[in-house]
C-alpha cells in the first residue's frame, strides 16, 4: 500500500506566475484535501475533492483552484501568485465511506515567492 | 463554527519526564478529535484519533489523549519522553458539514526534549 505522494517538493516562483502542485492519493482513497501551512501555524483548508468535484472548500480566494483525476490523483493550482501565498501545501487523502473519515497527509510542497 | 486552541507555542522538558500538550477547541456540533505529529521538513503523521467510544485513545509510541466533552478539551500526555518525541504537535477538529468534513488545525505546539 502506497502513501500519499507530492510534487515537486520545492518550488521557487516569483509574483504574478502561476504554478500546480500535485499529489497521488493513498491507495483506495477516493477524497483528497488540499491545505496550506504558513511559517509557524497550522495547516489550513483550501478545499477538498470528492469523485472529481469540489465538495467543500475553505476561506481562499478563487485564484486557488483544483481537479481531482479518475485515478483520484488532484491537482492544485495557483493563478497570479502573491508573496503572501509562501507557504507548506499538503495534501491529505481519505476513503468516503460515510461519516468522519481519516486523513493521510503527504509530505508536502513548499513554495516560496518571491 | 469550531475552532481549536493550543495554549502553549513551545513546550521544554526533560528526557524520561512527563508532558501534557494542551488542546481546547468549540463546537456548536458534535467533534471528532485529532492528534498530528510533525516532524522538520516532512507533513503531518497521524498520532491518535477520538471518533467514539472510550474516551481515552492511545498510540503505538506511548502516546494518550482523554476526549473531555465537558471541559472541550483533548489534551496530549506521555508519561517519559524520549529525545525522538522532540516534533511540532497539531491538534485538530473534524466535523461534519454541508456533506464534507471540515477539518480545523490548531497553531502547533513544539515539544522540545531536552537530554
Known amino acids: 500500500e502506497t502513501g500519499v505522494t507530492q510534487s515537486p517538493t520545492h518550488l521557487i516562483k516569483t509574483r504574478g506566475q502561476q504554478v500546480t502542485l500535485r499529489c497521488s492519493s493513498q491507495?483506495?482513497?477516493?477524497?483528497v484535501s488540499w491545505y496550506q501551512q504558513a511559517l509557524g501555524q497550522g495547516p489550513q483548508f483550501i478545499f477538498q475533492y470528492y469523485r472529481e468535484e469540489e465538495n467543500g472548500r475553505g476561506n481562499f480566494p478563487p485564484r486557488f483552484s483544483g481537479l481531482q483525476f479518475p485515478n483520484y490523483s488532484s491537482e492544485l493550482n495557483v493563478n497570479a501568485l502573491e508573496l503572501d501565498d509562501s507557504a507548506l501545501y499538503l495534501c491529505a487523502s481519505s476513503q468516503d465511506t460515510g461519516g468522519v473519515k481519516t486523513q493521510y497527509f503527504g509530505p508536502g510542497t513548499r513554495l516560496l515567492v518571491l | 463554527a469550531q475552532s481549536v486552541t493550543q495554549l502553549d507555542s513551545q513546550v521544554p522538558v526533560f528526557e524520561e519526564a512527563p508532558v501534557e500538550l494542551r488542546c481546547n477547541y468549540s463546537?456548536?456540533?458534535?467533534?471528532?478529535l485529532f492528534w498530528y505529529v510533525q516532524y522538520p521538513n516532512q507533513g503531518l503523521q497521524l498520532l491518535l484519533k477520538?471518533?467514539?467510544?472510550?474516551?481515552l485513545v492511545e498510540s503505538i509510541n506511548g502516546f494518550e489523549a482523554e476526549f473531555n466533552k465537558s471541559q472541550t478539551s483533548f489534551h496530549l500526555r506521555k508519561p517519559s519522553v524520549h529525545i525522538s518525541d522532540t516534533a511540532e504537535y497539531f491538534c485538530?477538529?473534524?466535523?461534519?458539514?454541508?456533506?464534507?468534513?471540515?477539518?480545523?488545525f490548531g497553531t502547533g505546539t513544539k515539544l522540545q526534549v531536552i537530554p
Open positions: 485538530a477538529v473534524s466535523v461534519l458539514s454541508g456533506g464534507y468534513q471540515k477539518v480545523t
Open positions: 491507495s483506495g482513497h477516493n477524497t
Open positions: 477520538y471518533l467514539s467510544g472510550s474516551t
Open positions: 463546537s456548536s456540533v458534535s467533534v471528532y
